[in-house]
């Protein structure tokens, strides 16, 4: 049968999700405990890879395995073999037609972000950080540039392996409550690095060293040199794919009204 995870995790222990030689990755854990708990082999395939120290809210794996159990066994067996930091939120069987990957229909990204003189100890590693005040009307105009259908090379990291450049941003909303800013993405699919990428024009737009126009000069120019630096991954949570209703799996995790 084939079964879906919904996982969550911290990334600052690790180097990203995608399984390397060293196994220092999150996909490694998981692969690791679910063997342990399986007594077999178990290779699973993600909604989408996050890079180095950022963290995952639910990320989303199908496996493939002639065991059956309930679904509360498989959350509770795998994650007695998980690491603290990394964790089953839920369990389900689904068909076999169903992809974690290519049945996702858009996947989703939030950014936390902390302006304040002093740089963050409690929530290090955990959001990014500016201490010059931001403009939030400022970064509001200059993310409409943004929305829909566009080629976003200049967000795009060089070792990006995407087939396109070509991506559509859906939606992306700005708040903040006290300190803290929260940057949500949704888009039919991501580039290596393009909201850090983004995140970084944001900021500045919004410390004032660019107008709000600016933005869209840097996506016309299809040139990552036009763009800001890539920003921090402290703050970069994946929230999760979206998925058609007819796969019964959850939306969110509820981390996900934990974040600022």
Same mark, same amino acid.
């Given at each position: 049968?084939?079964?879906?995870?919904?996982?969550?995790?911290?990334?600052?222990?690790?180097?990203?999700?995608?399984?390397?030689?060293?196994? #220092?990755?999150?996909?490694?854990?998981?692969?690791?405990?679910?063997?342990?708990?399986?007594?077999?082999?178990?290779?699973?395939?993600?909604?989408?890879?996050?890079?180095?120290?950022?963290?995952?809210?639910?990320?989303?794996?199908?496996? &493939?395995?002639?065991?059956?159990?309930?679904?509360?066994?498989?959350?509770?067996?795998?994650?007695?073999?998980?690491?603290?930091?990394?964790?089953?939120?839920?369990?389900?069987?689904?068909? &076999?037609?169903?992809?974690?990957?290519?049945?996702?229909?858009?996947?989703?990204?939030?950014?936390?972000?902390?302006?304040?003189?002093?740089?963050?100890?409690?929530?290090?590693?955990?959001?990014?950080?500016?201490?010059?005040?931001? %403009?939030?009307?400022?970064?509001?105009? +200059?993310?409409?540039?943004?929305?829909?259908?566009?080629?976003?090379?200049?967000?795009?990291? +060089? +070792?990006?392996?995407?087939?396109?450049?070509?991506?559509?941003? #859906?939606?992306?909303?700005?708040?903040?409550?006290?300190?803290?800013?929260?940057?949500?993405?949704?888009?039919?699919?991501?580039?290596?690095?393009?909201?850090?990428?983004?995140?970084?024009?944001?900021?500045?737009?919004?410390?004032?060293?660019?107008?709000?126009?600016?933005?869209?000069?840097?996506?016309?120019?299809? %040139?990552?040199?036009?763009?800001?630096?890539?920003?921090?991954?402290?703050?970069?949570?994946?929230?999760?794919?979206?998925? &058609?209703?007819?796969?019964?799996?959850?939306?969110?995790?509820?981390?996900?009204?934990?974040?600022?």
């Amino acid at each position: 049968m084939r079964l879906a995870l919904g996982i969550s995790y911290n990334g600052q222990a690790y180097a990203g999700w995608q399984s390397q030689l060293a196994g #220092n990755t999150v996909q490694d854990k998981l692969e690791l405990a679910l063997g342990q708990f399986t007594t077999q082999a178990v290779s699973t395939v993600c909604a989408g890879r996050t890079d180095a120290g950022v963290h995952g809210l639910m990320q989303v794996v199908h496996f &493939d395995t002639p065991l059956e159990r309930e679904e509360f066994s498989w959350i509770r067996g795998t994650n007695r073999f998980l690491p603290p930091d990394i964790a089953v939120q839920w369990a389900r069987p689904v068909p &076999d037609s169903f992809h974690a990957r290519g049945s996702a229909v858009a996947r989703r990204y939030a950014y936390v972000l902390l302006e304040s003189p002093v740089r963050p100890a409690v929530e290090a590693g955990r959001v990014g950080w500016v201490f010059r005040p931001l %403009d939030g009307d400022a970064m509001r105009a +200059s993310a409409q540039a943004l929305l829909g259908e566009h080629d976003f090379t200049s967000f795009r990291a +060089s +070792s990006c392996q995407s087939h396109t450049p070509v991506k559509t941003i #859906n939606s992306i909303a700005i708040t903040r409550r006290g300190p803290y800013w929260r940057f949500e993405f949704e888009a039919n699919a991501f580039l290596h690095h393009m909201i850090r990428n983004v995140m970084g024009c944001l900021l500045v737009v919004g410390q004032g060293q660019q107008p709000p126009q600016w933005m869209a000069q840097v996506l016309l120019a299809r %040139d990552r040199d036009a763009a800001a630096p890539t920003f921090s991954p402290d703050g970069l949570y994946f929230l999760g794919p979206v998925y &058609d209703a007819r796969w019964g799996l959850p939306e969110r995790s509820p981390a996900y009204d934990w974040l600022p």
